[in-house]
Nanobody, 120 residues
Framework: QVQLVESGGGLVQPGGSLRLSCAASGFTFSTYYMAWVRQAPGKGLEWVSHVGPGGDTAYADSVKGRFTISRDNSKNTLYLQMNSLKPEDTALYYC??????????????WGQGTQVTVSS
């Protein structure tokens, strides 16, 4: 069965960095768009970034220039490198599979999430 397992979250000071990982299994990872979506406390889901099978990427304006999404198809793993973190980046970060395209945002599988807290 399809599984997405995130890791790498934690507590970091403003200006710091974290790298999130999402280990995928149960499907042909290399053929799917994959995304990172976050949910801040008391707020709705916010799309962060996606990467396509061919490596095309897109980012929300709020993270552009600070976050980098990537994938290693040989390891079936999705990554999110987060630099220059701000308190407003505090959220539960999910990886999700998009069976249509990056812009469809019609995710059919989600991980359990990994918490990122940016605070001094």
């Amino acid at each position: 069965q399809v599984q997405l397992v995130e890791s790498g979250g934690g507590l970091v000071q403003p200006g710091g960095s974290l790298r999130l990982s999402c280990a995928a299994s149960g499907f042909t990872f290399s053929t799917y768009y994959m995304a990172w979506v976050r949910q801040a406390p008391g707020k709705g889901l916010e799309w962060v970034s996606h990467v396509g099978p061919g490596g095309d990427t897109a980012y929300a304006d709020s993270v552009k220039g600070r976050f980098t999404i990537s994938r290693d198809n040989s390891k079936n793993t999705l990554y999110l490198q987060m630099n220059s973190l701000k308190p407003e980046d505090t959220a539960l970060y999910y990886c999700a599979r998009d069976p249509v395209s990056g812009w469809a945002r019609d995710y059919d599988y989600w991980g359990q999430g990994t918490q990122v807290t940016v605070s001094s």
